[in-house]
C-alpha cells in the first residue's frame, strides 16, 4: 500500500519533470541538480562557480533549504537572480516546486541553472527535477566509504565532486577505497578532486560544465 | 491527500513506537536513537561507548544502513549483539523495522541499546522508533550552522555530540555561532564537544550516558 502511493507520488514527479526538461530543453539551459550530505559544500561550490563565471555565462541560483534562507544570503553579492525553495521540513526537492519557480526567471537570457538541493544523501535522488543532470558532492570528512553506502545517487550522478582534499592530511580518508568502491558503481565517472576553501582542482570543475553549457543539447538526461 | 497519507503513516509509526516504549520500560532497557548525516561519526562514537561499557554493562546494537553492513563490520570486535537494518534504499528506520528485531536481543539481559539510525539530518527525526531519547551528532566539518539550518533534530534530542573537534583549527567553524543557534533552537541542551578518533571530552559523554542507565525510569521520553 505504501509501496503503490510512493509509486504514483513518483510518476506525479516524473510527469511534471518530463515538462520541465522539455522546457529548458527549447531554451538551451542547463539545469544542474546539486546533490550532497549537510555541510559537504555545495553552497561554497556556488560561490566559487558563481565568481567565476559570473560575467561569462548568465546564470541563475535555485537554493532549497528546509528553512532558512542562509545559503541564498551567501550568494547575494554575485548578483545573479537567485529564488529560494523552503521545503518546511521536507526532506528533498521535487519538480513541481521547480516548475512553479521558474517563472520567476527570465528564462530566454540564462544559460545556467545551478539547483542546490536539500542536504541529504538519499531522497533527492529518487526525485528528478528535470534537470540537465545530477551532480555528487562529497566532501572527505566524511570518510571514503559514502559510494559504497549510498549507492544511488553515485549511479545517476553525472559527475564526481571530493571536496575538502585540504582536509585528507588529518583523517583516515583513503582515496584508493573511495575510487574502488565509486568504479565499482559507476564505472568512468568524472571525478573531480577539490577543495572550495582553498581552490585546488577547480579549473578542472570550470573546463568540465563549460563544456556541459557549451554543448547543452547533447547533454540532457534523455527524458523518460 | 498527500499530507493525509504521511499523517496515516505516522500514526501507524507512532502506535508501533509506544509498544515498543512501553516494553523497553519495563526492562528497564535504555534505547538511544542516534541520528546524523552520513559520515559525522556515528559508528566511531559506537566504537569508542563499546569499547568503554563493554565489560561494565550489557549493551546491544541495531545498525541501520540505507545497505551493506559496514559499520556493523566495524563493531564486531566488541562481541556484543548487533542487528543489521537494511533499509533498502529507505531514508530513515521505523517503529516497525525496530519492533521486528527486538526479538533478537535477549531484552532479560540488556541495559543499553544503541540505534545508530541512517545517515540523513531530516527524516530520522521524524520517527519515533520508541527510543529513550534521541542523540544528535554532528561535526565540526559540516560547518557551525547545522543547527539553524535543521532544526527539527536538534529541537527533540536530549543531547548533542558535536564531533571532530579536533579538525576545527582547519576550517572556519565558529564555537559561538554554533552555540546560539543551538541554544535558539533548544536552551540548555547537554552540548557535549569531542573527538572519538583522538579521544577528547568522552569522560563527560560516559559519565553522562552512565547515568542515563543508571536511572533509566526517570529518562524516557514520555509515551504520546
Known sequence: MEIKIMKNILDRNQNKANEVRNLLVSKNIVMVNIISSPGAGKTSLLERTCEHFGTKFRLGVIEGDVTTDRDAQRLK???IPIVVINTEGGCHLDS???????????????????????GN??????????????????????????????????????AVLLNKIDLIPYTNFSYTSFRNDLTA??????????????????????????NQILSPEDNHDSVR
Chains 1, 2 share one sequence.
Open 96 to 118: 513541481h516546486s521547480i516548475s512553479k519557480v521558474l517563472d520567476s526567471f527570465d528564462l530566454d537570457n540564462l544559460d545556467l541553472l545551478l539547483v542546490e538541493n536539500v
Open 185 to 210: 558503481i559507476n564505472a568512468g565517472i568524472p571525478l573531480f578532486e577539490i577543495s572550495c576553501t582553498r581552490g585546488d582542482g577547480m579549473d578542472d570543475w570550470y573546463r568540465w560544465i563549460e
Open 77 to 79: 553579492k554575485y548578483n
Open 121 to 158: 544523501l538519499i531522497c533527492p535522488s529518487q526525485f528528478d527535477l528535470g534537470e540537465t543532470f545530477k551532480l555528487a558532492v562529497v566532501s572527505t570528512t566524511e570518510g571514503d566509504d559514502k559510494p559504497a553506502k549510498y549507492p544511488m545517487l553515485f549511479r545517476d550522478a553525472r
